[in-house]
């Protein structure tokens, strides 16, 4: 890996954990709302509820716990320059 790649990932992480860390009222409130959603639906249908209780615990965690946004930013600064060109 190219120093220049490395240091383009590594500008982006920087990047999306002050984006995330920005915005984490409103990754909070979306996530306690989905939450709410996830529970309603639970009730109706359980498969549902499942899978639209994931994305609400993950949005929860992200907004409270900084290792979260660390490593989510890594990975998608990493997904992000995993295509990059050397030029």
Do not use: C, K
């Amino acid at each position: 890996m190219s120093n220049r790649r490395r240091l383009a990932r590594e500008r982006l992480e920087i990047y999306l954990v002050h984006l995330i860390l920005a915005y984490r009222q409103l990754i909070f409130i979306t996530g306690l709302l989905l939450l709410v959603y996830a529970i309603a639906t639970l009730l109706t249908r359980s498969l549902a509820g499942n899978v639209i209780l994931l994305p609400a615990i993950f949005l929860l965690l992200l907004s409270n716990l900084y290792n979260v946004a660390v490593y989510t930013a890594r990975l998608g600064a990493w997904m992000v320059t995993l295509w990059m060109r050397d030029d």
